[in-house]
């Protein structure tokens, strides 16, 4: 609708096959007035209700456009199509739902696949977080010996580390999430369009999205902190805490 510029109530004209009463197929032209628009993925794919149908269509008494099977109790669509197949006259079969099935099974498939590159994500995030943390921690050696000097406790230097690795985290994730609907939606809208012009995919940033990077972005960052735990309680302050001049 979007490329031939119409909306609901405007009219197209149809050009489609018709088969004439000597059995032969004429390409025929009729005008049909737009009812809707629907949200098929696929472009390319119009309907018409069965009036609308028939009236295209016109078929010879005694011929049959198509023929509507439902399997039996025990049976499926594949048995049918098996079978169907065969018999004469019988050009091609295909279920109600073959077309969405394998699509669904597709995007299914990629999904699985980017599991991969999540789970090596966010071992990379932990790593650079403990990376991080570690050369924090030496940085911060006065610091938190003075700290312990004062009597502050191990656990609340730890409280303190991962309230900041967290704030650092969470800003980390707006930014990620913000560049990366930029580049999903740059992908889906011009590259995508490109490759698949007659896909009409829209970008969408789920909530599992969200909370997957979430978990990296912040989770992870947060929780790194807690590996230095040994390093502090062994943190010789006598030495820490002397001033060279």
């Known amino acids: 609708a979007g490329d031939l510029e119409v909306g609901v109530g405007d009219t197209v004209t149809v050009t489609h096959p018709r088969v004439s009463s000597s059995g032969q197929i004429d390409v025929v032209s009729s005008e049909l007035v737009v009812a809707g628009t629907h949200p098929n993925p696929f472009r390319f794919l119009a309907y018409v209700s069965p009036p609308q ?5 016109q078929v010879p008494p005694g011929v049959v456009k198509s023929l509507r099977v439902v399997p039996r109790e025990g049976r499926s669509s594949d048995d049918v199509a ?9 050009v091609s079969t295909q279920a109600v739902r073959q077309t969405t099935d394998e699509l669904q099974e597709g ?6 696949f980017l599991a991969i590159p999540i789970v090596i994500a966010l071992v990379l995030a932990l790593l650079i977080a403990f990376n991080s943390t570690s050369i924090s921690a030496d940085e911060r050696v006065r610091e938190h010996a003075t700290m312990f000097a004062f009597g502050v406790p191990v656990r609340s230097v730890l409280a303190v580390n991962v309230t900041e690795s967290a704030i650092v985290g969470a800003l980390a994730t707006l930014l990620g999430l913000a560049a990366g609907s930029y580049l999903t939606n740059w992908v889906m809208t011009n590259q995508l369009r490109q490759v698949l012009p007659d896909l009409e995919a829209v970008a969408d940033l789920s909530l599992l999205s969200v909370l997957i990077a979430a978990v990296a972005g912040i989770v992870a960052v947060a929780v790194a902190p807690l590996l230095t735990i040994r390093r502090l309680r062994r943190l010789d302050l006598p030495s820490s805490l002397k001033v060279v001049e």
Request: aromatic share 10%; proline share 5%.
């Open 53 to 57: 149908a028939e009236a295209l269509l």
């Open 82 to 90: 098996r079978e169907l197949f065969g018999a004469p006259g019988v």
């Open 107 to 112: 995007i299914q498939q990629f999904i699985s």
